[in-house]
């Protein structure tokens, strides 16, 4: 690494004697910051997704404050900032329908301001993505802090998981197994203290992911929200984020390809969500790094899930913490030649591999060996064929074995609303064999690419003891989810996909093992549908303004990351035009 030191941005502020430089301090000492702070220290931004419509982030206040006291410790000035903070409990229609924006938020922020580097504060399951999105378009320095996942939820008597317990119980109240009381006697017992989702979840993966990638320091991922060593880890994150301002240690150097084959293999390893197909694509992106969903059959698939997590398994991640955390699955992995790169840098200037090869390993039941995975292949499913041309996944560790290999007809759904309507009727046509089929609920189509693939199954089923079934559609899923769901059809159904032309009755067949998605149509007759189907189309009126309309005209499909398409790329930190 080069010894000579980069030029501060902030200089470009604060450095000058001219009238535009007298502005900048001036305007910035009404809040009492002495003239000393402005003599060369480099100016730490604190991203900060807290607000009380994310509960996941509710923290954020205190553990921006133990930042803080890591930042001038380290001889730096900090500077908060809010961004939009895109919640995935309370907004509608979906988290995923503003991620986007809330990255542009973030790569305005950093580069308009006078900022050297940043602590990205993530938690909830999109601003991991959307901050660290926004800081790769600009390449500064950068470090994520995530808020740490909530404790264990107590419910009689019982651990039940965040998200997990929400549609296991959602089904026994429909199959009649348990009472409506009972199911809401869960709400306070699940959710018991500030933190993301206490399951391997979205928001939990995307902290593995970040800690995978190498821009967070070790154990990051799984600190509880409420331990003590989660400030612990804050503070010395904002010592880290100075000194790696002094030495230019820019994201590009860090996000590198390696880094998201390590990402890609470690998902695998800990039974991670889906979601992070798509984030880590859009991440990457912006670095400009290609990454493909070929890297993860080619990378992912053939790995064994070590960690014994719901939804895949039995523990929550309080667990995982206390048996070691990502470090003791990743010195797992590195051990037996599973770590791709173990050379890649990370944020505190050492290898992955030198952060985690001595990491202790407390529980061999929740942290697995090899000779007995949770899962034997817990790789990411990609699947192709004609009813997916360009990709669709699915999470083995997630599904049921007996159904990776499944041939069924199909029971259709032209959007939510209608499946909503027709899944509960006791006079539906539909068998345990049957492949349940949603469309229109894809980037462009719900808008947002909303968490309803892992659709309720019909009460008749249930009732009769079915617990799981072939589920097909272009939305995503819950990270907290599970299920043998088909999920991420690319080209959508609103896109004019073959998902849209699927019909009542239709055969289709999968094939996770071979990768394949097969609709038993004649290549003929589906043309002929999709001409039927473009003609027969009408614009949207809620699609003609606002953001709806920017994000429905500019949205990307799944499988190239859901991003705008005016945003992939790294724009960098030029110093803009002074305001004056």
């Given amino acids: 690494m080069s010894t000579d030191k980069p030029k501060l941005r902030s200089a470009a502020w604060f450095g000058t004697t001219d009238k535009n430089g007298m502005m900048y301090r001036s305007w910035m000492k009404n809040q009492g910051i002495p003239e000393h702070e402005f003599q060369g220290k480099p100016i730490i931004g604190i991203c900060n997704t807290w607000s009380e419509l994310t509960p996941c982030n509710a923290h954020f206040r205190e553990l921006a404050e133990r930042v803080r006291r890591g930042v001038f410790e380290a001889g730096g000035y900090p500077v908060e900032f809010p961004v ?60 994520v802090v995530t808020g740490g996942p909530m404790l264990n939820g107590k419910h ?81 994150s904002g010592i880290r984020i100075v000194e790696m301002a002094k030495e230019g240690l820019t994201l590009s150097k860090i996000l590198t390809k390696q880094a998201f084959e390590n990402a890609i293999r470690t998902n ?85 591999w030198d952060n985690v090869k001595d990491a202790p390993n407390y529980n061999d039941e929740v942290i697995r060996p090899l000779d007995k995975p949770l899962i034997a292949d817990g790789g990411i499913c990609v699947l192709r064929g004609n009813l997916a041309p360009r990709g669709a996944v699915l999470k083995p560790s997630a599904a049921t074995k007996e159904l990776l290999q499944h041939r069924g007809k199909a029971v259709v759904f032209e959007d939510l609303d209608d499946y909503k309507k027709r899944i509960v009727d006791p006079e539906l046509d539909v068998t345990k064999d049957s492949i349940l089929v949603l469309k229109n609920c894809g980037p462009k189509g719900y808008p947002g690419m909303a968490e309803v693939g892992n659709m309720g199954l019909p009460p008749k089923l249930l009732a009769q003891g079915i617990t799981d079934m072939v589920r097909i559609s272009d939305a995503r899923m819950s990270g907290t989810a599970y299920g043998t769901v088909v999920l991420h059809v690319a080209p959508e159904a609103r896109a004019g996909g073959p998902l849209a032309v699927v019909q009542e009755g239709d055969w289709i067949e999968l094939d996770c093992a071979g990768g394949r998605l097969h609709l038993e149509v004649p290549d003929e007759e589906i043309e002929r549908r999709l001409a039927a189907w473009a003609a027969a189309q009408v614009p949207d009126p809620a699609d003609a303004s606002g953001y709806r309309n920017l994000y429905v005209s500019r949205v990307l499909q799944a499988d190239e990351g859901c991003d705008f398409d005016f945003l992939v790329g790294c724009r960098g930190a030029g110093i803009p035009k002074h305001s004056h």
């Fill in 156 to 236: 009689h008597g019982k651990d039940i998981g965040s998200g997990t317990a929400v549609w296991q119980l959602s089904e026994q109240v429909k199959a009649g197994t348990i009472t409506l009381h009972e199911f809401l006697s869960a709400e306070q017992t699940m959710s018991r203290s500030a933190g993301t989702c206490n399951t391997m979840g979205t928001a939990s993966t995307m902290a593995c992911m970040a800690e995978s990638l190498g821009v967070s320091l070790p154990h990051n991922a799984a600190i509880p929200a409420v331990d003590a060593r989660r400030k612990v880890l804050a503070h010395m």
């Fill in 268 to 352: 695998a390893a800990i039974g991670g969500s889906t979601n992070a197909v798509i984030h880590l694509k859009a991440i990457a992106g912006r670095m400009g790094v290609e990454l493909d969903l070929e890297d993860w059959s080619r990378v992912g698939r053939g790995t064994p899930t070590l960690v014994d997590l719901m939804p895949s398994g039995r523990f929550l991640m309080e667990e995982f913490y206390y048996a070691g955390g990502l470090p003791a699955v990743l010195r797992r992995l590195g051990e037996n030649g599973l770590l791709p790169h173990p050379e890649a840098l990370t944020v505190n200037g050492h290898s992955l």
């Fill in 84 to 143: 939009f903070s895109n919640g995935e409990s309370n907004l509608r229609p979906t988290a995923m329908f503003t991620r986007n924006l809330a990255s542009m938020d973030v790569e305005e922020a950093i580069r308009g301001n006078p900022i050297d580097a940043v602590v990205l504060m993530v938690g909830c399951d999109k601003t991991t993505p959307a901050l660290l999105m926004g800081a790769a378009s600009c390449d500064v320095p950068a470090i």
